[in-house]
């Protein structure tokens, strides 16, 4: 006998005849005549309807246990459904409980939650409807983001989770010590880090873009998807503590090159989502339809060309637009998502790069343009969320880059290996970094990214 998943069994051109599925309860309702069970085994947004005559003996024995969250593994034949809605439903010819639940206790009931109660009970946040296409669709893009580099010859890099390397600058590491901070041993009032475990003080990476670029220099086009980690104190609806980040580094590249695979990828991603999770899409934008994402505008998107704006046009803009922002607009600022959702939804209305932006606000590895001013600095802006790709061609000039981190007063000893990539065969290169939770945000219309994270971490919060 075969064990089908709700979501063959749903699919499938015509009913699948006698097989066995297993799942949980989501509602049981009773009749003298006929009980009707939903079944869903987590593959799918619509559960399958099970028919079961009461004086069948097996149910009877375990009718009690029958009960919403409760695991079943049912045996019947799948037959076309006469019911309103839905194509299949199981005729059970047996049911057998496996795993009980206490319907006084269980967290999750029929009637909808609210996404803040679901993050109090995270280990059942996934049985609900909405999280469930939610960590499906996560899944489906994680699997399109290997397939899309691969296809273009793009190898993959584990890039270190431990860092004595701050890509950013902006000290927003966690570290990493086995030293005794009740005791922390010192040399000039400072930790003395050569008694701790790596001989040097070291942290969760912010990035493995640095590490990266030592493969690309090798092997000519990589990318990395992994975790990262800031230590920022941020408890807005955007920002997490630890996230996914997926960065491609291709040597002899430019920022065109750079932005035209930039938006070869997004696109990609979100086709491959449309044509592969098409109910979980449709649902999740029904679901948070108030958020004012759409479906026509992800295929808009899709189908869209993809302007460049030179950073000092996009300030001028802003500054003419009449518009009131709450974060003043002048040149040197860097853009605020509310700068940047106005660019894309009523200026461009669509998605838009905005290039060469003032050295100041950009990292030390990006490439400086003849100005003296601006870096080769890219971001992809795209309509309701803003910036949704960061990246740059980055500086091969070794003195050029000495200087650099020399300005922003970076500790030059951590870098050395980074400089010599400049030394030896140095060639212009470029890459960028999604950020992935983020996207999915974008892709599912969802408000918050704690809601695309299994378990996020933000301060004062890491359980599970």
């Known amino acids: 006998m075969a064990f089908p998943t709700v979501r063959e069994i749903m699919s499938a051109p015509q009913a699948h005849g006698a097989c066995e599925v297993r799942g949980w309860v989501k509602t049981h309702r009773q009749s003298k005549k006929v009980s009707f069970v939903e079944l869903s085994d987590g593959t799918t947004v619509r559960g399958l309807q099970l028919v079961i005559d009461p004086a069948l003996s097996s149910y009877a024995a375990c009718v009690a246990q029958v009960v919403t969250g409760a695991a079943i593994i049912a045996r019947g034949e799948v037959i076309d459904s006469p019911a309103k809605g839905q194509r299949f439903e199981m005729k059970v010819t047996e049911l ?5 639940a206490d319907p006084e206790t269980y967290p999750l009931q029929k009637k909808e939650h609210t996404h803040e109660f679901l993050r109090e009970i995270l280990h059942f946040r996934p049985r609900s409807a909405t999280f469930g296409a939610v960590f499906r669709v996560r899944s489906a893009a994680g699997f399109a983001v290997h397939r899309f580099f691969q296809e273009r010859g793009f190898y993959y890099v584990h890039t270190p989770i431990i860092s004595t390397s701050d890509c950013e600058g902006a000290g927003e590491m966690f570290h990493v010590t086995t030293l005794d901070l009740a005791n922390v041993p010192k040399v000039n009032g400072q930790p003395d880090y050569s008694q701790d475990f790596f001989k040097e003080m070291a942290g969760l990476t912010v990035s493995g873009q640095l590490e990266a670029e030592t493969f690309a220099t090798a092997l000519s086009k990589v990318y990395t998807f992994g975790p990262t980690f800031r230590a920022e104190n941020s408890n807005t609806t ?15 590249a430019d920022l065109e090159s750079n932005m035209a ?3 070869e990828f997004i696109k990609y991603l979100i086709r491959y989502l449309l044509d592969n999770c098409p109910e979980e899409m449709e649902f999740l934008h029904r679901t948070n339809a108030a958020e004012g994402q759409t479906l026509e505008g ?12 030179d950073y000092t046009d996009a300030i001028k803009i802003l500054e003419s637009s009449g518009e009131h ?18 660019l894309t939804d009523k200026h461009i209305k669509g998605p838009v790069y905005v290039v060469n932006y003032p050295k100041e606000i950009k990292a030390f590895y990006m490439r400086v343009n003849p100005d003296g001013k601006t870096v080769r600095a890219m971001d992809m802006l795209v309509p309701r969320l803003g910036e949704i790709i960061g990246g740059s061609q980055r500086e091969e000039r070794y003195e050029v880059l000495l200087e650099r981190i020399r300005e922003l007063g970076l500790p030059e000893q951590n870098y050395w290996w980074y400089l010599d990539l400049r030394k030896f065969g140095t060639v212009p290169h470029a890459g960028f970094g999604l950020g992935f939770e983020r996207f999915l945000m974008y892709v599912t219309g969802t408000s918050n990214i704690r809601d695309v994270t299994p378990f996020p971490r933000h301060p004062g919060f890491a359980k599970f």
């Not at 057998?96 to 009980?100: A, I, M, N, S, W």
């Not at 992800?298 to 704006?309: G, T």
């Not at 709450?326 to 509310?338: H, N």
């Open 261 to 263: 695979l930039g938006e």
């Open 238 to 252: 955007r920002h997490l503590s630890e996230f996914w980040m997926i960065e491609p580094e291709v040597a002899f």
């Open 325 to 342: 922002f709450e974060f003043p607009v002048r040149w040197g600022i860097d853009l605020q998502s509310e700068h940047e959702r106005f």
């Open 298 to 309: 992800l295929r808009a998107l899709v189908d869209s060309k993809f302007e460049a704006l």
């Open 96 to 100: 057998h409980v496996v795993g009980e």
